[in-house]
């Protein structure tokens, strides 16, 4: 049980990050589509890969962040500032012109799996976000900064990662039409998102001062 519950976040939250049609997710469908599956799941291991490096990096940050209450507080003043400009910015680029979701075009066939891990790096939105996340689990004891549980996080994390890919690639064609509908409002639900972290990081500041 004790295992469980870390692999079981883990794998929740890294899929429920990876969810949400990207570049990289976008990409493994399109491989899948115009190449063959076996490839576009070698895409997605490579990919994987590096998912389990950040969340690992991410942990370990986030460990340190959490033993220390002035930096982690001055990192949630600095966080509200950004979420909030975040929520600004999108929701006045949501009411732009339509844009359409950019897939990235792979000329060569070979090292689908170097490809995957390239991508990946690229994207560094994962370490805040595990960051994030353990550290708001940790606040109410669902995460512990031990060896194994963080481990069995991270494990879960790859395995969360590699399924929400392997969704894109295996069901991409029914879910083309509604992850459509989300590419034309995802500045909206971005937004929303962000919006909400920003109150929820507000609470947290003025929790520290009282």
């Known amino acids: 049980?004790?295992?469980t519950l870390p692999f079981f976040l883990g794998f929740l939250t890294s899929s429920a990050g990876i969810s949400p049609?990207?570049?990289i997710n976008m990409t493994a469908a399109k491989v899948g589509v115009n190449e063959g599956r076996s490839r576009a799941l070698i895409f997605a291991l490579g990919?994987?890969?590096i998912v389990l490096c950040q969340a690992f990096i991410a942990v370990i940050f986030a460990q340190f962040i959490d033993s220390n209450p002035e930096i982690l507080n001055m990192l949630r003043e600095i966080g509200l500032v950004i979420f909030l400009g975040l929520t600004v910015y999108f929701?006045?680029?949501g009411g732009q012109a339509k844009h359409?979701?950019?897939v990235l075009k792979l000329h060569s066939k070979r090292n689908r799996f170097f490809m995957g891990m390239l991508?990946?790096?690229l994207n560094f939105f994962p370490i805040p976000f595990y960051v994030f996340v353990s550290i708001t689990l940790a606040s109410y004891h669902y995460f512990y900064f031990n060896n194994l549980f963080i481990y069995t996080f991270v494990f879960g994390s790859g395995i969360g990662?590699?399924?929400a890919f392997y969704c894109y690639i295996a069901f991409f064609k029914k879910?083309?039409?509604k992850t459509s509908f989300i590419l034309k409002n995802m500045n909206y639900i971005i937004g929303s998102i962000t919006g909400l972290i920003s109150m929820i990081t507000l609470v947290n500041v003025i929790k520290f001062y009282l």
Request: proline fraction near 4%.
């Open 100 to 102: 359409e979701h950019k």
């Open 47 to 49: 990919a994987t890969a």
């Open 119 to 121: 991508l990946s790096a």
């Open 1 to 3: 049980m004790f295992l």
């Open 21 to 23: 049609p990207g570049l």
């Open 175 to 177: 879910l083309e039409a």
């Open 91 to 93: 929701f006045m680029k």
């Open 161 to 163: 990662a590699f399924f």
